[in-house]
């Protein structure tokens, strides 16, 4: 099926870890998001790329890198994790302002 | 700053009944979308609207967007148990090339049989 895939589906990590999030689309669309969801906040940007190789800070982006090596794959790190960045984190594509974006189903990360 | 205020921020309701869900700010968009998100889901698209006073209707959904560009309402008619889940409006920053998009923080409709 056509869309947005993320990995993994769950993540717990001690404080002070490493990991990389993966997101992939087949949508052939430039632009790709990263966003944060925790509860009573709606959805939160952290970092965005309009095409390959170009990315872009969003309103959260403190504690996180991206990379956008390829039109397909986009990936966040968090280079120290703290419990502070316990959340959901979406990745989305999409050509945007009509036509709406795709997101994948979500990774579930605890720091502990 | 939230730049979208949604309400009610719950909503719990019996099949059958009416709502409505409101989405205002006081910046002017250049378009507007609503999300429905399910539990272990990601959002998905339900509509965008675009010029303003623009009525679109989803079967019992009808999305309307103000005439200055700055809110929206989602009115559910006769709502039903399978339209339980979250409603997200976003946004497009006018000023972006990209559609960038700001998000309000949901509202969580429940409703029973």
């Known amino acids: 099926n056509a869309g947005v895939t993320q990995t993994p589906k769950f993540q717990v990590l001690k404080t002070g870890q490493s990991m990389t999030l993966q997101c992939a689309q087949d949508m052939n669309h430039n632009s790709m998001y990263w966003y944060r969801q925790d509860p009573g906040m709606g959805l939160r940007l952290i970092y965005y790329?309009?095409?390959?190789?170009?990315?872009d800070k969003g309103e959260v982006p403190n504690g996180y890198n991206v990379s956008r090596l390829n039109k397909r794959e986009f990936s966040l790190r968090l280079e120290s994790a703290a419990p502070s960045q316990t959340s959901v984190y979406f990745c989305?594509?999409?050509?945007?302002?009509?036509?709406?974006?795709?997101f994948g189903s979500g990774t579930r990360l605890t720091v502990v | 700053t939230q730049l979208l205020e949604q309400s009610p921020q719950f909503l719990s309701i019996q099949e059958g009944e009416n709502l409505t869900v409101y989405c205002n700010s006081s910046s002017v968009f250049s378009s507007l979308q609503w999300y429905r998100q399910e539990p272990g889901e990601g959002p998905v698209l339900l509509v965008t609207?675009?010029?303003?006073?623009e009525v679109k209707k989803l079967k019992r959904l009808t999305f309307q967007f103000g005439d200055a560009r700055k809110d929206s309402s989602l009115h559910i008619t006769a709502a039903q148990p399978g339209d339980t889940g979250l409603y997200l409006c976003?946004?497009?920053?006018?000023?972006?090339?990209?559609?960038?998009?700001?998000f309000g923080r949901g509202t969580q409709l429940t409703v029973w049989p």
């Open positions: 609207v675009v010029t303003g006073g």
């Open positions: 790329s309009a095409s390959e190789g170009t990315t």
């Open positions: 976003a946004g497009v920053d006018r000023g972006s090339t990209l559609g960038r998009l700001y």
């Open positions: 989305a594509g999409g050509p945007g302002q009509v036509y709406g974006y795709t």
